[in-house]
């Protein structure tokens, strides 16, 4: 599966990897997740037969648009302000 991550820095898309990411953890211990975060480095994170690919960016290409399974654009900061409200 491929998820795509759109926002402009600051906008909390690494906050919503990283929710992502584990709540694939959980709902499939078999995960293999590759992250591609340009504002954090790579990980390649599990060893599990099903492979998940997140991929963030500021802004996407339309190859990687039309890869992509899932598409999350976040084009305001309150994403990351409601995010550390609760965290």
Known sequence: MN???????????????DVVRNALFKADE???IHV??????NK???????EYNIV????AKQDEIDKAD??????TKAFVERFREIG
């Open 3 to 17: 998820i795509l991550i759109i926002g402009k820095s600051g906008h909390g898309k690494s906050n919503l990897t």
């Open 44 to 50: 390649v994170l599990g060893g599990g037969k099903y």
């Open 56 to 59: 963030v960016r500021q802004e």
């Open 36 to 41: 591609d975060d340009s504002d954090r480095n």
């Open 70 to 75: 899932i598409v999350v654009e976040i084009k």
């Open 30 to 32: 078999d995960a293999a």
